[in-house]
């Protein structure tokens, strides 16, 4: 998969709030700061306006625990003039292990479409 550029980095610490019975990070709690991630993204790309982010894939590989640091990382899969694609890495702060991935995908807003279509004449 082909990376167009990169997102800069988010942190999360697992609280007790977030944890169940055997402080593992509920999987709900990993979706919903996800889905946070990819929201902050589309409001703070400036190039023209995004729809809200619809879920194409996720894939939850391991457990975090109380007190885990989470990164969130993003890179951009794909970019046309109707939609971006944007990919959300989750990982254990300083150790190589992923926690979770998930795609996302979203539409341009049909009133911005000719914002693109001006800047990809210029």
């Keep these: 998969m082909k990376t167009i550029f990169t997102i800069p980095k988010s942190y999360f610490t697992v609280s007790k709030t977030d944890v169940n019975n055997y402080n593992a990070l ?20 400036s190039h023209f306006e995004l729809e809200e982010p ?11 625990f109380l007190n885990d640091k989470l990164v969130f990382q993003a890179t951009v899969t794909k970019h046309s003039e109707t939609s971006l694609e944007l990919l959300v890495f989750v990982n254990l702060k300083n150790v190589k292990k992923s926690i979770g991935k998930a795609s996302f995908k979203f539409n ?10 001006k800047r990809a004449a210029s």
């Design 108 to 117: 341009v807003k049909k009133n911005t479409q000719h914002l693109l279509q």
């Design 26 to 45: 509920l999987p709900t709690v990993l979706y919903t700061q996800m889905l946070c991630f990819a929201t902050t993204f589309s409001l703070n790309y």
């Design 54 to 64: 619809l879920l194409q894939k996720i894939k939850l590989l391991q457990n975090a």
